[in-house]
């Protein structure tokens, strides 16, 4: 897997800077797709996931990009829960814990 270098193509609107290849979960707090970036071709899986706060409704919310290669890699990404997927590596995290003004980018290597 190839990790590109630039961690803020992850912020912003993923329409702009990713094209949807493949849809595997589309609920409210977590979602899971196959992504394509639109600059460099690379794919990326890709999994969006808030934990519910039902106190004060501000749940921490983490986003996770995964360079892919292989068939392989996408059904062993598919096959992980959310805890799992942080064993992967190389990855782009896009991390907005509670009480925090912005999210927080960063490759996992």
Known sequence: MRAPKRPKLA????????????LYVDESHRRRYLLKCR????????EFYEIIDWDDGEGPQYSTYIPIETAAEIEALRATDHFDLRQ?????Q????????????????
């Open 11 to 22: 912020q912003g609107s993923k329409n702009e800077r990713f094209e949807l290849v493949e």
């Open 39 to 46: 600059e460099c071709g690379q794919l990326y899986f890709y």
């Open 94 to 109: 896009d991390d907005f814990p509670k009480g925090a003004n912005v999210p927080t980018v960063y490759w996992v290597k």
């Open 88 to 92: 992967f590596s190389p990855r782009l």
